[in-house]
């Protein structure tokens, strides 16, 4: 498994434009709703004698991807539950409505308009056309990028930004 001072960097060399970076802030969150709207329609319950407790795919899915942070950044985790976690639970209350997917889909659309925007910015593919991996990185990026902001591991984001700029300067002289 590659670390997370890779993962970054790796997503960071085609997020060094400032103003994509600030598309992500809303393309990413609207992506994790809609998917999180989609995939807490799908799920089943487990029932015993003395409870019943309902499990959506959103559920396991949203569990595996926080213990995939867990393993890369704890603080990094802790940070995807305070912040992801409401956004993952309000996407709960969406398919109780008249039109859920119609919801999802303009969030997801949304979504892609500002990612796509912002890599017009920054001149560059995103990041997961290269590694489907990319993709779980990204919301993970966006909280590093706040945690680098308050002070957090200055020594991490000095790699992370140093290690960034040389892939994307290799990459720019293989093109």
Same mark, same amino acid.
């Given at each position: 498994?590659?670390?997370?001072?890779?993962?970054?960097?790796?997503?960071?060399?085609?997020?060094?434009?400032? /103003?994509?970076?600030?598309?992500?802030?809303?393309?990413? @969150?609207?992506? =994790?709703?809609? *998917? #999180?709207?989609?995939?807490?329609?799908?799920?089943?319950?487990?029932?015993?004698?003395?409870?019943?407790?309902?499990?959506?795919?959103?559920?396991?899915?949203?569990?595996?991807?926080?213990?995939?942070?867990?393993?890369?950044?704890?603080?990094?985790?802790?940070?995807?539950?305070?912040?992801?976690?409401?956004?993952?639970? /309000?996407?709960?209350?969406?398919?109780?409505?008249?039109? @859920?997917?119609? =919801?999802?889909? *303009? #969030?997801?659309?949304?979504?892609?308009?500002?990612?796509?925007?912002?890599?017009?910015?920054?001149?560059?593919?995103?990041?997961?056309?290269?590694?489907?991996?990319?993709?779980?990185?990204?919301?993970?990026?966006?909280?590093?990028?706040?945690?680098?902001?308050?002070?957090?591991?200055?020594?991490?984001?000095?790699?992370?930004?140093?290690?960034?700029?040389?892939?994307?300067?290799?990459?720019?002289?293989?093109?």
């Amino acid at each position: 498994m590659k670390s997370l001072l890779e993962q970054l960097s790796t997503y960071k060399s085609v997020h060094l434009n400032k /103003s994509n970076v600030k598309t992500h802030f809303v393309g990413i @969150p609207l992506i =994790i709703w809609s *998917i #999180a709207i989609v995939l807490s329609m799908v799920g089943f319950e487990l029932s015993t004698k003395h409870f019943t407790v309902g499990i959506t795919l959103m559920s396991i899915v949203a569990y595996c991807v926080l213990l995939y942070y867990v393993v890369l950044s704890r603080p990094l985790a802790l940070m995807a539950i305070l912040i992801f976690g409401p956004i993952v639970y /309000s996407a709960t209350w969406v398919p109780a409505t008249e039109w @859920p997917m119609v =919801i999802a889909l *303009i #969030a997801f659309i949304t979504g892609w308009i500002f990612q796509f925007i912002g890599h017009a910015y920054e001149k560059a593919k995103p990041a997961f056309i290269d590694d489907l991996n990319q993709l779980f990185i990204g919301p993970l990026f966006l909280l590093a990028e706040i945690y680098f902001k308050f002070g957090g591991n200055k020594t991490l984001e000095q790699q992370v930004h140093q290690l960034a700029i040389e892939k994307r300067r290799a990459f720019e002289k293989n093109q």
